[in-house]
């Protein structure tokens, strides 16, 4: 690495994929490389091999590294804590800034990527008849997505009411299908749909690149309580 470089490394645990992703800047240039391994479960077993991929395809190592970038969720519980342990290991071990942003911001940058403008709405299917779920405004290339309404778990049909009030409106995310089919009277059938199911590193790294750094290490973003609950304990009566 000379003088003159910036390197994000970026990466994500919290949805069906094991993505990682480089941003490079050099002399005002930006360029960016990704992988993404599509996992279901096991994240933790491929994440590091990932990452060294990733750096070697590159001719890097960690200490060319000039920040860390996560996503918090939501997502996983198991996987997005993989990816967050992950990010702030190393951050702390190499003595660089991590920074963090939801999974649904990430998809917001994956929009924008494409070329999108005006609202987008990111859907995540959180299962149990519920979907994690955020509209945001792109305003062009270089204007960061603007999150204009709170992450939320809602039923696809309140957000399908929800897409009802939004102009110009695009959706992303493996919960947007699911948010158009429950839309009143179809009125979603013909709304921008982009077939993305989870993330891209990429886009993600590109925009950790000028994120400020907050003053504490990002933490996990829970929209509702884990599905897995520890079993009660039974107290034995003693005679």
């Known amino acids: ?45 491929h994440l590091m091999d990932e990452l ?68 987008i709405g990111c859907f995540i299917d959180a299962r149990r008849n519920q979907i994690y779920g955020q509209f945001f405004r792109l305003d062009g290339e270089g204007c960061a997505p603007k999150a204009i309404t709170e992450a939320e778990a809602k039923t696809a049909e309140e957000f399908a ?27 979603l059938d013909n709304a921008s749909f982009l077939p993305v199911s989870y993330p891209h590193m990429a886009p993600f790294a590109c925009w950790a690149l000028d994120e400020p750094v907050a003053a504490t290490p990002p933490a996990p973003l829970y929209l509702r309580a884990p599905d897995a609950k520890p079993q009660a304990s039974k107290a034995i009566a003693h005679q």
């Open 161 to 187: 009411q929800d897409c009802m009030d939004q102009p110009d409106l695009s959706l992303i995310g493996n919960g947007a299908r699911l948010v158009i089919a429950d839309a009143p009277e179809a009125k």
């Open 52 to 119: 060294q991929l990733l750096l070697d395809g590159q001719g890097l190592t960690y200490k060319d590294l000039t920040r860390i970038a996560a996503t918090t969720g939501p997502g996983s519980f198991t996987g997005l804590r993989v990816g967050l342990a992950t990010a702030r290991a190393l951050a702390l071990a190499l003595d660089i800034p991590v920074i963090g942003a939801s999974t649904l911001t990430a998809l917001a940058l994956d929009a924008q990527a494409a070329g999108k403008s005006g609202t």
């Open 1 to 45: 690495m000379t003088q003159e470089q910036e390197i994000c490394l970026a990466l994500d645990t919290a949805l069906e994929a094991c993505s990682v992703g480089l941003a490079i800047r050099a002399n005002g240039k930006v360029t960016h490389f990704e992988r993404s391994l599509a996992l279901g479960r096991g994240h933790a077993e």
